[in-house]
């Protein structure tokens, strides 16, 4: 008899043991998964479009004389949170290496916060000295609009970009991309004849740049789906020059402004 139960009890604990191990690989293994869109990225060209959540701001490098107040930074730049779209063209170079061009439309607010009017009346307590031999006099009360300038820029942005991959683990694949832009800023007003004196903040319309990228890249039955966070630095200094007969509150406070962005970008392909 106890041999017996002895034997029912072994054999019980092989057959949860077994169980067990089943359950187990069931829900943790992928060996035997079935993975999805297996040929998609066997395509010389593939094709599709993104969107993307920004925040776009500005880096400054401020005039020593005018710009700063001591250790006391008087041009504050305020970044805004913005959206944009765009398509998505990808060539396969090999096994590891994609090349992107992304085209997109970006829809961007940046506000400035000029705090030079006493620094400067202080410097030029008699009015201010112009190129054509006359003088300017003293903003002694600046208004909400001279203190303040909203800056709105709508960028045509043209990544080229070159894209590396890892295996792919059941239905997804990391990845690393970087590469150079080229973006049209559709309201720059760089040809406006007004400036800052009109309340019209002017920046360049053609600048250049550069990209990097990581993300998880996602396959489903139908489409392949990429979440992914990237950075866009601007090369060229964007900041157009008030006129020589402009007083300097503006502009002359500032040497060069840059934009730097950072984007969560979601594509469909």
Do not use: C
């Not at 959540?53 to 880096?59: G, H, I």
């Not at 112009?130 to 006099?137: I, K």
């Not at 250049?208 to 966070?229: L, V």
Request: a neutral charge; hydrophobic letters at 40%.
């Amino acid at each position: 008899m106890k041999q017996r139960l002895i034997k029912i009890l072994s054999f019980a604990v092989l057959l949860s043991g077994n169980l067990h191990a089943q359950t187990f690989n069931n829900l943790f293994r992928t060996k035997d998964r079935q993975d999805k869109m297996e040929d998609f990225d066997l395509k010389k060209f593939s094709f599709g479009f993104y969107l993307a959540a920004n925040n776009f701001d500005y880096k400054m490098n401020l005039d020593p004389k005018i710009g700063m107040e001591g250790n006391r930074s008087l041009v504050e730049s305020k970044s805004t949170y913005s959206f944009g779209a765009g398509l998505i063209g990808k060539m396969r170079l090999n096994e590891f290496l994609d090349l992107r061009i992304e085209p997109g439309l970006h829809f961007v607010q940046r506000d400035l916060t000029f705090n030079t009017f006493d620094h400067v009346n202080q410097l030029y307590p008699g009015g201010f000295p112009l190129a054509d031999g006359t003088s300017a006099e003293v903003i002694l009360e600046p208004s909400e609009e001279q203190i303040k300038k909203i800056v709105k820029s709508t960028y045509v942005d043209i990544p080229i970009m070159l894209e590396v991959h890892g295996d792919r683990w059941y239905n997804s694949r990391p990845y690393a991309a970087a590469g150079v832009n080229y973006l049209v800023n559709l309201q720059s007003n760089q040809t406006s004849t007004d400036d800052n004196q009109q309340n019209i903040f002017r920046t360049t319309t053609h600048n250049f740049g550069w990209s990097a990228e990581i993300g998880i890249q996602f396959y489903f039955s139908r489409f392949k789906f990429t979440p992914a966070i990237r950075g866009t630095f601007f090369t060229n200094n964007e900041l157009v020059a008030d006129k020589e007969t402009t007083p300097p509150y503006w502009t002359p406070a500032i040497s060069t402004m840059q934009t730097r962005a950072f984007m969560l970008v979601l594509k469909f392909e």
